[in-house]
């Protein structure tokens, strides 16, 4: 068979790539556009800059504009997430929310909202130091244990029901602090405001450009502990790093987003069939697929059922559990994945 000419790789990847921004504008534009009550695509801008009817200006400024925006900010987060901590443990069934890291946010949002309400700018960070302690917990269990992957999937689920059992603690005890829990755990992005997702977009944005800037060691880092060593790269910090990093972007998510699943999942395993197994494009892919993947559930959430809505969590749910229990056949069947 023969090989394809070395550039023409480089173009597929950079046109799937313009292909997925295409595609995330366009669900952004959906979802400017479409609801309750539509908006002509023209009323859009006119709106967004305060002019036209008063009421396509509320509704585009001040109810769907800070809806769209959570979507694309927290699709991109988490399933950039999931592609960091898929790679580091070397675990293509891990994901933010089955390994624990998503319910450890979580609870770090509880504990913030009923210790300290009305510092509402520091969510992010606890939900971050929750996620955190959660992927730490579950990477000191399975290098204590020396688990499989599976074994390592197993501890994660077990660690998560744990830390959402001291969230529903949390909240039995001081039931103003999560507002809106049962919206939170599901997952779900109505009434959210810019005010409200600003600080958690200040951990994402740097985060992500942490993380797109240590691609190329996570390349090596890919290759294992003793090439990885032998190459001079400090195995162990590093990967700390990282899944510090991918606690950040998924607990930053998750303060404003609640418990959504299965981004970090679906959208990493997607991207590598599109783009490959190199880091930078597969991240630069999870950013612009997790944020239309993200736009679009939320999009017919709000309409499969309209007037009535759902919560995206459900939405990704119903997609999600048959995709993971997919890829546990495909384990059990002996095949890569």
């Given amino acids: ?10 173009r597929r990847k950079g046109r799937a790539l313009a292909g997925l921004g295409a595609l995330a504008l366009l669900c952004a534009l ?3 556009c479409l609801g309750a009550v539509p908006v002509p695509p023209g009323d859009i801008l006119p709106a967004l800059l305060g002019r036209g009817e008063d009421s396509a200006v509320q509704i585009v400024r001040y109810a769907r504009l800070p809806r769209t925006c959570a979507c694309l900010l927290a699709g991109s987060a988490l399933a950039v997430s999931g592609a960091v901590i898929q790679g580091v443990l070397g675990n293509p069934l891990a994901a933010p929310n089955i390994i624990g890291v998503s319910s450890g946010a979580g609870l770090g949002a509880a504990v913030c909202g009923a210790l300290a309400p009305a510092m509402a ?4 960070a606890a939900a971050f130091a929750g996620a955190l302690a959660a992927v730490l917990l579950v990477l000191f269990i399975g290098e204590r244990t020396g688990a499989s992957r599976l074994t390592l999937v197993l501890a994660g689920v077990a660690v998560s029901g744990m830390f959402g059992a001291c969230t529903d603690a949390v909240v039995a005890l001081v039931p103003d602090a999560l507002a809106g829990w049962s919206d939170f755990r599901t997952g779900g992005l109505a009434n959210l405001s810019m005010a409200r997702i600003a600080p958690a977009f200040w951990t994402i944005l740097p985060a992500l450009a942490l993380v797109f800037a240590l691609a190329g060691e996570m390349d090596v880092l890919l290759l294992g502990a003793d090439t990885a060593q032998s190459l001079g790269l400090r195995y162990k910090p590093l990967r ?3 899944l510090a990093l991918a606690a950040a972007l998924a607990g930053a998510a998750v303060s404003f987003s609640g418990l959504i699943g299965f981004v970090g999942l679906i959208v990493p395993h997607i991207m590598r069939r599109l783009v490959g197994e190199d880091s930078l494009p597969l991240l630069a892919g999870c950013a612009l697929g997790g944020a239309a993947c993200l736009t679009l559930c939320d999009l017919l959430a709000r309409l499969l059922f309209a007037p009535y809505e759902l919560p995206v969590g459900i939405v990704l749910s119903l997609a999600g559990g048959p995709f993971f229990l997919w890829l546990l056949l495909r384990r059990r069947g002996g095949r890569a994945l």
Avoid at 1 to 10: A, V
Avoid at 121 to 124: S, Y
């Fill in 1 to 10: 068979m023969s090989s394809l000419p070395t550039s023409y790789i480089p």
């Fill in 30 to 32: 959906l979802s400017l």
């Fill in 121 to 124: 700018a520091a969510v992010p």
């Fill in 240 to 242: 700390l790093l990282l």
